[in-house]
Nanobody, 116 residues
Framework: QVQLVESGGGSVQPGGSLRLSCVASGRIESFYGMGWYRQAPGKQRELVALIISDGKTRYGDSVKGRFTIFRDVAKNTLYLQMNSLKFEDTAVYYC??????????WGQGTPVTVMV
């Protein structure tokens, strides 16, 4: 089974930027779709962004215009570029991959903290 490992989280001031990476142990082309989700303390996990095999993307309303999801097939890596970060973006960010007919694959998560 392909495993996913996130990195790139950390602390950043409001208005700052971070780029998250999600490296797959196999070919990311194996996934029909991949995405980023986040979970803040006391809240449910929510969709941040996803990208499907034809390259189409979809974003959560709260991050539209600020975050960009993209992938590098040659590096088997999914990215999330986060700009204009806000306090409310603080959460643990998880990478997800979906193969047809299989349960979703999740990474272990990487924390993002937006603070002064």
């Amino acid at each position: 089974q392909v495993q996913l490992v996130e990195s790139g989280g950390g602390s950043v001031q409001p208005g700052g930027s971070l780029r998250l990476s999600c490296v797959a142990s196999g070919r990311i082309e194996s996934f029909y779709g991949m995405g980023w989700y986040r979970q803040a303390p006391g809240k449910q996990r929510e969709l941040v962004a996803l990208i499907i095999s034809d390259g189409k993307t979809r974003y959560g309303d709260s991050v539209k215009g600020r975050f960009t999801i993209f992938r590098d097939v040659a590096k088997n890596t999914l990215y999330l570029q986060m700009n204009s970060l806000k306090f409310e973006d603080t959460a643990v960010y998880y990478c997800n991959g979906v193969m047809v007919g299989a349960d979703p694959t999740w990474g272990q998560g990487t924390p993002v903290t937006v603070m002064v």
